[in-house]
């Protein structure tokens, strides 16, 4: 009997450890007998990244039958802490590394920019910098105020973690508790959504995402920043004033299946991909 008694804890015990162990990575890697990477690789993070990525992804399993690749957003914040704490093994980062950051590594998969958005017939077709603030900060609550149609403004702001906000926020000087915003989103998809429902709102997104949606009939429209038009072809030649890589981060050298796709998602084999989404690619 005592002996039964003590068996069943450790029996319990050493099963929860390895239920544990099988938990604890995001990536089950192994070979096939052709020599290929199988298994599943997660990645979290930025809104902006996730799309494409989602789309190389696609890419990457259709030659690697035994692969899946899972794509969640959740906000470039996210996609740092996750890698940090090992819950996955690739995170998503819409802008540069910060200096309390190196403890992990960025590989560049492409660049975007990231400019205002507003509703397609407001007649506003420019904003100063400082109109934008005075919008941001409430001190300008109507369009008639910088020529546009009396309306009251709806601003639209990102939530915390969003790498967008902090591009926006570290370009225009501002903190994120001096705006003064009606409407706070998280991803790109909801902004411009937000903003093709709504003939007052303002709102601020990646090009690369304004672009594409602008391009399939929806309608908004995008600022310019300080005289530059916002486009993908201004954030190639780099006289557009805000933009930014888009990085895969790994806590560790990547290996295996991480490494593979990391690679893939770099190479040529994409390209045309990055293209297709408005984003800019990078010179090797």
């Not at 709102?201 to 594409?212: D, F, L, P, Q, T």
């Amino acid at each position: 009997m005592k002996n039964s008694q003590i068996m069943l804890p450790l029996a319990v015990g050493l099963a929860s450890c390895l239920w544990l162990q099988g938990c604890s990575s995001s990536q089950q890697t192994g070979n096939n007998s052709a020599g290929k990477p199988q298994g599943k690789l997660v990645l979290t993070g930025s809104s902006t990244i996730a799309p494409l990525a989602a789309e190389m992804g696609k890419r990457f399993e259709s030659s690697h039958p035994g692969v899946r690749i899972d794509v969640q957003s959740g906000g470039s914040s996210r996609g740092i802490t996750d890698t940090r704490q090992g819950v996955v093994d690739v995170g998503m980062v819409s802008r540069a590394l910060k200096p309390e950051e190196k403890d992990l590594t960025a590989f560049t998969i492409a660049r975007d920019g990231v400019t205002v958005i507003l509703y397609k017939d407001n007649p506003v077709k420019s904003l100063t910098d400082k109109q934008v603030i005075d919008i941001y900060t409430g001190k300008v609550t109507n369009w008639k105020q910088v020529g546009g149609k009396d309306g009251t403004i709806t601003v639209v702001n990102k939530a915390e973690g969003r790498s967008t906000l902090e591009l926006f926020t570290h370009y225009f000087k501002l903190k994120n508790t001096d705006i003064k915003a009606q409407v706070v989103i998280g991803d790109n998809e909801q902004g411009i959504k937000t903003v093709a429902g709504n003939p007052n709102a303002i709102g601020y997104v990646s090009i690369g995402s304004a672009e594409n949606s602008a391009n399939n009939k929806v309608p908004i429209k995008l600022l310019p920043v300080n005289g530059i038009a916002a486009t993908t072809a201004n954030v190639q030649n780099s006289s557009f004033p805000i933009s930014r890589p888009l990085n895969l981060v790994t806590k560790t050298q990547p290996q295996g299946l991480a490494k593979e796709f990391i690679d893939f998602a770099r190479s040529q084999q994409v390209s045309d991909i990055v293209k297709q989404q408005n984003f800019v690619l990078v010179s090797k």
